[in-house]
C-alpha cells in the first residue's frame, strides 16, 4: 500500500479525503465504532433502522458476538455525529461509548 495512506487494519475514525492513487479515485471514509450494550438482534435491527432513518449517508451494523456488542458506523460524504448516535441509543434504553483509536488514522475505505 503507498505510503500516503496511513492507515492500519483496526477499524476506527478516518477523516474524509479524496487522493489520486495510480489514476484511480479513492474515497477515505469516516468510521467510528461504539461499545454497546445492546444484546438481542431486534433491537439491534430497530436501530439500525432508526439509524438509516435519520442519517441517510451513514451505512450501520452491529456485532453482536464481540464481547463489546460494536456498533459500527461508516460515511463517506460528512463526519459522523457520535453525540447523536450515542443520545439514539439512549433514548431507546441502551448505552453507546466510542471506541478510541489505536491510531490517528485508524481504517481506510476504498469505495
Known amino acids: 500500500m503507498d505510503?500516503?495512506?496511513?492507515?492500519?487494519?483496526?477499524?476506527?475514525?478516518?477523516?474524509?479525503?479524496?487522493?489520486?492513487?495510480?489514476?484511480?479515485?479513492?474515497?477515505?471514509?469516516?468510521?467510528?465504532?461504539?461499545?454497546?450494550?445492546?444484546?438481542?438482534?431486534?433491537?439491534?435491527?430497530?436501530?439500525?433502522?432508526?439509524?438509516?432513518?435519520?442519517?441517510?449517508?451513514?451505512?450501520?451494523n452491529f456485532d453482536l458476538g464481540d464481547c463489546d456488542k460494536i456498533l459500527r458506523v461508516e460515511c463517506s460524504t460528512e463526519l459522523i455525529r457520535s453525540s447523536s448516535l450515542i443520545n439514539l441509543l439512549k433514548d431507546f434504553g441502551f448505552y453507546a461509548e466510542p471506541l478510541p483509536d489505536d491510531q490517528p488514522v485508524a481504517a481506510m475505505i476504498c469505495l
Open 3 to 60: 505510503d500516503q495512506y496511513r492507515c492500519s487494519k483496526n477499524l476506527g475514525r478516518c477523516t474524509i479525503i479524496q487522493e489520486q492513487l495510480i489514476g484511480i479515485n479513492k474515497k477515505i471514509a469516516m468510521v467510528e465504532v461504539f461499545k454497546t450494550n445492546v444484546r438481542d438482534h431486534r433491537y439491534a435491527r430497530m436501530l439500525i433502522d432508526q439509524i438509516h432513518k435519520l442519517f441517510s449517508d451513514y451505512k450501520a
